[in-house]
């Protein structure tokens, strides 16, 4: 399985190297472009249908997503999965259910995420699962930057694994260095 991701990702041109601030604020030479993959629906939903096989099992009832880029894959794998996708935005700064969107109480969810480096996202997805009284049934996602540190504490699969490194600000070796920052993803428009 990760050899087809990992070609899927690597022919779009979606492995990027520079010096790149990342969603969690630490820093890296490697960024993971996932919209040069995300934008072709073919490969995306090859990529969701490789997420639902892991869950087709678990009787999910709704696939939940983060904006923006977990909109797409929830979509793509309630598709698969023959059960209805929402996604989470933030509002003033909390993530939310907006849209009329709602989760049943007891209501199996899974839900999905592009990236993990942190997991910082995720969580705050799960909060919201846990707030509306849904039954988390696990975790999936297109790539895992965290070297295996993020832990959900339910079954998680990534479909693809990088050992990419990320410091801290203070602690960037490429800042030390006075290296440009990459331009990159929608935070420059």
Same mark, same amino acid.
């Given at each position: 399985?990760?050899?087809?991701?990992?070609?899927?990702?690597?022919? %779009?041109?979606?492995?990027?190297?520079?010096?790149?601030?990342?969603?969690?604020?630490?820093?890296?030479?490697?960024?993971?472009?996932?919209?040069?993959?995300?934008?072709? !629906?073919?490969?995306?939903? &090859?990529?969701?249908?490789?997420?639902?096989?892991?869950?087709?099992?678990?009787?999910?009832?709704?696939?939940? $997503?983060?904006?923006?880029? $977990?909109?797409?894959?929830?979509? /793509?794998? *309630?598709? *698969?999965? $023959?059960?209805?996708?929402?996604?989470?935005?933030?509002? &003033?700064?909390?993530?939310?259910?907006?849209?009329?969107? %709602?989760?049943? !109480?007891?209501?199996?969810?899974?839900?999905?995420?592009?990236?993990?480096?942190?997991? /910082?996202?995720?969580?705050?997805?799960?909060?919201?699962?846990?707030? +509306? /009284?849904?039954?988390?049934?696990?975790?999936?996602?297109?790539?895992?930057?965290?070297?295996?540190?993020?832990?959900?504490?339910?079954?998680?699969?990534?479909?693809?694994?990088?050992?990419?490194?990320? +410091? !801290? %600000? *203070?602690?960037? !070796?490429?800042? &030390?260095?006075?290296? %440009?920052?990459?331009?990159?993803?929608?935070?420059?428009?």
């Amino acid at each position: 399985m990760s050899e087809v991701v990992s070609k899927l990702f690597t022919t %779009a041109g979606a492995l990027l190297s520079g010096h790149f601030v990342l969603t969690s604020g630490m820093h890296s030479d490697q960024y993971m472009e996932k919209f040069a993959v995300l934008q072709y !629906p073919d490969k995306t939903q &090859q990529l969701c249908d490789l997420i639902a096989e892991h869950f087709k099992e678990d009787k999910v009832e709704v696939v939940l $997503g983060p904006a923006t880029g $977990g909109i797409l894959l929830a979509h /793509g794998v *309630a598709k *698969a999965l $023959g059960t209805r996708s929402i996604f989470t935005e933030r509002e &003033q700064g909390k993530m939310t259910l907006r849209r009329g969107f %709602a989760i049943k !109480p007891g209501e199996r969810v899974l839900v999905v995420e592009d990236v993990v480096t942190t997991g /910082g996202s995720v969580f705050e997805v799960l909060e919201v699962v846990k707030a +509306w /009284g849904g039954e988390l049934v696990g975790v999936g996602y297109l790539v895992d930057r965290s070297g295996g540190k993020a832990d959900f504490g339910v079954k998680q699969v990534p479909l693809l694994k990088l050992a990419v490194q990320a +410091w !801290p %600000a *203070a602690e960037c !070796p490429l800042c &030390q260095k006075g290296v %440009a920052f990459t331009s990159r993803g929608s935070r420059n428009i």
